[in-house]
């Protein structure tokens, strides 16, 4: 499991509502918590796959960082790795503890989102601990942050409309748009569609690693 600690750290305005509105389409998966605030400017989630913790980290990163990806890195994302316990209206359990100790650290880092798979936990040969893991996570997250949080508004424009895996999608973008496919074509590429989706996938896998090993 995958829970998600989202903490607020810039702006006077309350921008909770609005992330919980960009999470929805989030899948949380049968074992899954939704998304809600717990108290002040921040918000919780649990969800049961390491791609739907890459995608809701990389919402938090881009609605937190303003059109032009210029603005404030608003949100603090702690990602903590580990099982997690229903306690009424909260959430115990590893996982739950992790996230929040990784938001906290996510709040003094450059791009705020950290990775925490507790401790050694179990040990495969060939396979790297759980720390170690949830660290390469926590890299890729960073890069894809970085690169998530740069985009401009137009360049999101054409992104959004990319189905990733399927071909010949350019030109329906184009009338979409009312563009150029030559424009659509250079703006994926300025926007670093491909290297998205494949970075998306290696957080995903170095995540489920470090859900396989974690205590």
């Given at each position: 499991?995958?829970?998600?600690?989202?903490?607020?750290?810039a702006g006077d305005q309350d921008r909770v509502p609005e992330l919980l509105g960009a999470?929805?389409?989030?899948?949380?998966?049968?074992?899954g918590h939704p998304f809600r605030r717990t108290f002040g400017s921040q918000?919780?989630?649990?969800?049961?796959?390491?791609?739907?913790?890459?995608?809701?980290?990389?919402?938090?990163v881009r609605f937190g960082s303003g059109a032009d990806g210029r603005g404030k890195r608003i949100w603090a994302v702690g990602i903590g790795v580990g099982p997690v316990?229903?306690?009424?209206?909260?959430l115990a359990g590893a996982g739950p503890s992790r996230s929040r100790r990784a938001s906290e650290?996510?709040?003094?880092?450059?791009?705020?989102?950290?990775?925490?798979?507790?401790?050694?936990?179990v040990t495969f040969d060939g396979v790297p601990p759980a720390p170690e893991s949830a660290g390469a996570a926590q890299g890729v997250?960073?890069?894809?942050?970085?690169?998530?949080?740069?985009?401009?508004?137009?360049?999101?424009?054409?992104?959004?409309?990319?189905v990733p895996g399927v071909r010949g999608q350019q030109k329906a973008i184009a009338d979409a748009l009312g563009i150029t496919v030559q424009a659509?074509?250079?703006?994926?590429?300025?926007?670093?569609?491909n290297q998205e989706t494949e970075g998306?996938?290696?957080?995903?896998?170095?995540?489920?690693?470090?859900?396989?090993?974690?205590?």
């Open positions: 499991m995958f829970t998600l600690t989202l903490t607020q750290r999470l929805e389409s989030v899948p949380i998966g049968e074992a918000a919780v989630g649990v969800v049961d796959s390491p791609e739907a913790a890459v995608d809701a980290s990389l919402k938090a316990v229903p306690d009424g209206e909260a650290s996510a709040l003094r880092a450059t791009i705020p989102v950290c990775v925490e798979g507790g401790p050694a936990g997250l960073r890069l894809l942050g970085d690169l998530v949080a740069s985009r401009s508004k137009a360049d999101w424009e054409v992104v959004d409309l990319v659509v074509s250079q703006t994926l590429i300025r926007a670093r569609q998306r996938s290696a957080a995903a896998l170095m995540l489920r690693l470090a859900a396989f090993a974690v205590d």
